[in-house]
């Protein structure tokens, strides 16, 4: 069954809604760019964003963005070389409820929205995220909704929060860490793709990790935490248990480690 179309948030609606040559080419059938395609151009090409925060600013993952982005701009240049007229109606769009973080800006103010995604931190501060779901660290990386991330100074935690992942993948994770100024990760399973990612931003790994997200946390600073080292996990289409790397006793999933104390 194919999973719904999720909604893309756009703050207003747009007021010209139809474009033509002014020599010729009005007897041609008209190019249909939709409401939320439109809404990427102008949010990437005109007021600067990147991928990423646009699809926070419509509140749909960073491939999906990437996709209509690239169909965008094909009937944008289909528009511009065959001389056609050009129609802005349609797509899975709503208007903005109001409550997301970049409400309020008529025009998109690329400095504050770089501010919003690039959370600032002292330089006496220690920032751990970890994979989070109900209060226990989450089985597998790519899989998951939300990190909690921990702000700590003097070897104690004085302060969390929640951040979304939007849906995002891998990839795209590891670029939300980083914008965070992560510099640890504790996490159920992670594959390799993902674990080289992080190295090469310089986050420090702790995997294969499973109990309580808190009291990982305060393990970790307490030299305590048991993890693996050398997690190898790759992931097919089995669903995961909640243990270990968070896929063990699947035929699928082949793990390859051993706990240990840090």
Request: hydrophobic share 35%; aromatic share 6%; glycine share 12%.
């Amino acid at each position: 069954m194919p999973r719904p179309t999720k909604y893309r948030s756009i703050c207003c609606f747009l007021q010209t809604l139809e474009f033509a040559p002014v020599a010729g080419g009005v007897e041609k059938a008209p190019i249909v760019l939709t409401v939320d395609e439109y809404e990427i151009v102008r949010l990437i090409d005109k007021e600067g964003l990147s991928q990423m925060q646009c699809a926070q600013c419509m509140q749909v993952a960073r491939t999906t963005i990437q996709k209509i982005y690239d169909s965008a701009r094909k009937k944008l240049a289909d528009t511009l070389v065959d001389g056609c007229p050009l129609k802005i109606e349609g797509g899975a769009y709503q208007l903005c409820n109001g409550k997301n973080k970049f409400c309020g800006m008529a025009v998109c103010d690329k400095q504050k929205i770089d501010q919003i995604f690039e959370k600032p931190k002292e330089e006496n501060i220690m920032r751990i995220a970890v994979t989070y779901e109900n209060g226990r660290v989450f089985a597998h990386f790519g899989h998951m909704d939300q990190f909690r991330i921990y702000d700590v100074e003097g070897g104690k935690v004085v302060s969390s929060e929640l951040i979304s992942t939007n849906g995002q993948g891998h990839g795209a994770l590891a670029e939300i860490l980083n914008a965070q100024k992560v510099d640890t990760l504790i996490c159920g399973g992670i594959g390799g793709g993902a674990q080289m990612a992080l190295d090469s931003l310089g986050i420090k790994l702790y995997g294969g990790v499973t109990g309580s997200a808190d009291e990982a946390v305060e393990a970790l600073l307490e030299g305590k935490l048991l993890f693996v080292p050398d997690i190898k996990c790759t992931h097919h289409s089995g669903e995961h248990d909640g243990s270990g790397c968070g896929e063990h006793g699947k035929d699928d999933h082949e793990c390859r480690h051993g706990k240990c104390e840090s």
